[in-house]
């Protein structure tokens, strides 16, 4: 150190906007204009260690610092950065220049732990936080901080001037102000770090931090060491870890949630990266995109969109086009004045999809590692955009993959869901749709906590709940276990079905058993596994069921029977996906009880006669009369109009084509009073509303028929709405045809 330079000229505060290109552009200037041999960062100590990492090849932004609590990884916090990020250039310009770089803040191994009491939001003397951005933009008179900033800022790329102006403009915000104990004791950290750098030999010490703390770093207005002491004194710690992650531009946006997100980081990406005519290759980047998307866009209305822009920026009295003029420019020289393609080019310019990369020699907990391996072995590629993965689970790579997707389902790492599509709902194709997203990141280091493996770390989590999950529960279980190939796992939880099951005397979970555990039987082959345990332990569920079925329909409330109405369902779509006789006789069985027993709520027994009537147990002529009592005057209404909803339900092809069952519903709808009909109405629509308006159509058709005294069935049956004569003119054509 020059003896005789003051601390104050030691240091050098550049007070800076998370994620702004103009800051970053000014920190890179002043960096290389001071050349100093200390740079400190805002963000926390403990990236000290990874801080090198940045240099390194595979290193791409937007990537985040990771610091997580080892003991509960769920227990993270995330330190974004992009190429634009001020804090990213300074790491940069550190490790280029073979600088001695340094983070300063609170350590996360406090700030993780940190309750609320903790946070002071009960200190009496600390006031409401404040944007500091937003209070100098509204003393400028402007009412948009964004815009504010970027003619402030982002549009005027001076040197140290600017961090001079923003160093007075926060030390007059903060004048009187006080901060809430978390912000005390962050910057109390910060000056911690800085102290000791100032014990250094270094002539020069740039810090790099958010502007509202700009003012508390300078040395002359330093608190005492002891207070800010006492400030740090006796907090939780915990013990953590510290890596980098990728990141991605739509979690830099702020409507991803972020705390320091900006509204367009594709924007503020081609601000920092382009190197001259700002305006011009941003809208050629946007005529390319909408040329790609079959959108007529010229190089006349490009050059237009440009003029349009500058002369707008001129009107408003701004040094530069803004984002705002940039976007209006787009609108009327290049979308026709259509906002439907702005929606494109804000989703794919304005914040973008790009995932950023870290190098290999990231620290990575073993899970991720092998997850890592495993996609580029299936050539399953990362990508922050939502991609759609259909697979046909007959070739091994597909097969693997599906099983990869599974078992990270199993270990709640949730890259891929399971998408329902048009097509490929056969026994050999599964779809998905794939985004990655950095939150798994943190996802596979909470369940490292399973195993090193992916599939280890499955098998466990399967063990583990196996322990507690009831029959139910189980089934699905075993559906999941099958489907992720889990074959250690496998045994554990047939073993603790087959032993449950034996256990259990609630119908209702046996019932919510039958479908999962049909499935497994089914489609068991696709996954070449053996099924045999299941059978026998489904076979013995729908006996068991069949046994109880009657005494689990009985004294239900709405809400119950609405319930055991879904199970019945439920297990009708199970026993019909096996082609068993046996399971079919035992069910069918079951269910001519539950139609026959009198106080089984109406909404149950009416869907057993329609299951019963489908299979042809019941004929149409029984079906009638059982709806003909149901439906009579002397029997309650609410219990007919549940009988009714769950015999219609499904098809409503039984009421077009059975005109018998269709002239007994309208006959007891005409004849319930009208204050009792308001009240069912409601039943009445949902069973209906379930109808295509064709199918509701024709109903509605042959009721107007019943009206006419002419029956459900007339008209069309004995040729009464039939023109002869017209009929006659095109006969011998259509005869021509035929031949």
């Known amino acids: 150190m020059t003896q005789g330079t003051s601390h104050d000229e030691r240091v050098h505060i550049l007070g800076i906007r998370h994620h702004g290109p103009g800051s970053a552009r000014a920190v890179a200037t002043v960096l290389a204009e001071l050349d100093p041999e200390i740079v400190l960062i805002e963000g926390p100590p403990e990236l000290d ?22 003991d509960a990884p769920a227990t993270a916090s995330f330190y974004p950065m992009a190429v634009f990020s001020p804090e990213w250039v300074a790491l940069r310009w550190a490790l280029e220049h073979d600088r001695e770089v340094r983070f300063l803040d609170l350590p996360a191994n406090v700030a993780l732990v940190l309750g609320d009491s903790d946070d002071g939001t009960d200190d009496p003397d600390a006031q409401p936080p404040m944007d500091p951005i937003k209070t100098l933009a509204t003393a400028a008179g402007f009412d948009d901080a964004e815009r504010w900033w970027e003619d402030a800022v982002e549009l005027r790329y001076h040197g140290m001037d600017v961090f001079h102006a923003v160093l007075d403009a926060m030390r007059t915000l903060r004048e009187g102000h006080v901060p809430d104990l978390r912000t005390r004791r962050r910057e109390a950290a910060m000056r911690r770090v800085l102290r000791v750098a100032l014990r250094s030999e270094a002539e020069r010490i740039a810090v790099v931090c958010g502007a509202w703390h700009a003012p508390v770093l300078v040395p002359s207005e330093f608190p005492t060491q002891t207070a800010d002491t006492q400030l740090l004194k006796g907090l939780r710690t915990a013990k953590v870890a510290a890596t980098w992650v990728p990141w991605t531009s739509t979690r830099l946006a702020r ?125 399953l590629k990362q990508s922050a955009a939502e991609q759609q993965l259909d697979l046909d689970l007959r070739t091994e790579t597909n097969l693997a993959r599906s099983k990869l997707l599974h078992r990270l389902l199993l270990l709640d790492v949730r890259w891929g869901e399971r998408a329902d599509t048009s097509r490929g709902k056969g026994t050999f194709r599964e779809s998905w749709t794939l985004e990655w997203t950095p939150e798994l990141e943190v996802a596979l280091i909470e369940a490292s906590g399973y195993g090193t493996t992916i599939e280890s770390a499955a098998t466990a989590v399967v063990a583990a709940r196996t322990l507690e999950a009831d029959i139910a529960e189980l089934s699905v279980l075993v559906e999941t276990t099958l489907t992720a190939d889990l074959p250690a796992a496998l045994g554990g939880v047939l073993a603790a079905l087959d032993e449950r099951a034996a256990r259990q005397h609630d119908t209702t979970r046996l019932m919510a058993a039958v479908e999962p555990m049909a499935r497994v039987r089914r489609y068991g082959n696709v996954r070449r596994a053996d099924t045999e345990v299941v059978q026998r332990v489904l076979t013995g569920i729908v006996t068991r069921i069949a046994i109880g079925l009657p005494a689990a329909c009985t004294a239900l409330d709405e809400e119950a029977a609405a319930e055991v109405r879904e199970l019945v369902d439920a297990v009708q779509r199970g026993i019909g996906l096996l082609d068993q006789e046996e399971l079919r006789v035992v069910w069918y069985g079951a269910l001519r009880s539950v139609a026959d027993r009198q106080s089984v709520p109406g909404l149950i027994a009416g869907r057993a006669v329609r299951l019963l009537l489908d299979a042809g147990l019941v004929d149409v002529t029984d079906a009638a009369a059982r709806l003909s009592r149901q439906l009579s005057l002397a029997a309650d209404a609410t219990q007919a109009a549940g009988w009714l909803e769950g015999f219609l339900s499904g098809e409503a092809a039984l009421l077009v084509h059975e005109p018998e069952l269709l002239e007994i519903v309208d006959e007891w709808a005409t004849g319930v009073n009208g204050e009792l009909f308001d009240h069912l109405l409601p039943l009445l629509r949902r069973t209906f509303a379930e109808f295509s308006a064709t199918e509701r159509r024709d109903i509605g058709l042959r009721v107007r028929r019943i009206d006419r005294g002419e029956g459900a069935a007339g008209g069309r049956g004995d040729d009464g709405d039939l023109d002869h004569e017209r009929a006659s003119l095109v006969v011998p054509r259509i005869l021509e045809l035929l031949r």
């Open 255 to 379: 409507m991803s949630g972020y705390g320091a997100g900006i509204e367009s980081p594709g924007w503020y990406h081609h601000l920092f990266t382009a190197p001259d005519e700002v305006v011009s290759r941003w809208l050629v980047r946007v005529a390319r995109l909408l040329r790609r998307e079959q959108h007529d866009v010229s190089s006349a209305a490009v050059i237009e969109a440009v003029r349009l822009a500058y002369t707008l920026s001129a009107i408003r009295d701004r040094p530069h086009p803004g984002l705002p003029e940039v976007l209006e420019s787009c609108q009327a020289a290049l979308c026709g004045g259509s906002n439907v393609p702005m929606r494109l080019v804000a989703r794919k310019l304005l914040v973008g999809d790009i995932l950023g990369r870290v190098p290999r020699e990231t620290p990575m907990v073993p899970l991720a590692m092998d997850l890592a391996k495993t996609r580029k072995r299936l050539r």
């Open 49 to 70: 260690a990874v801080a090198p990492l940045a240099m390194a090849a595979g290193m791409r932004p937007p990537v985040a610092g990771l610091v997580y609590a080892v």
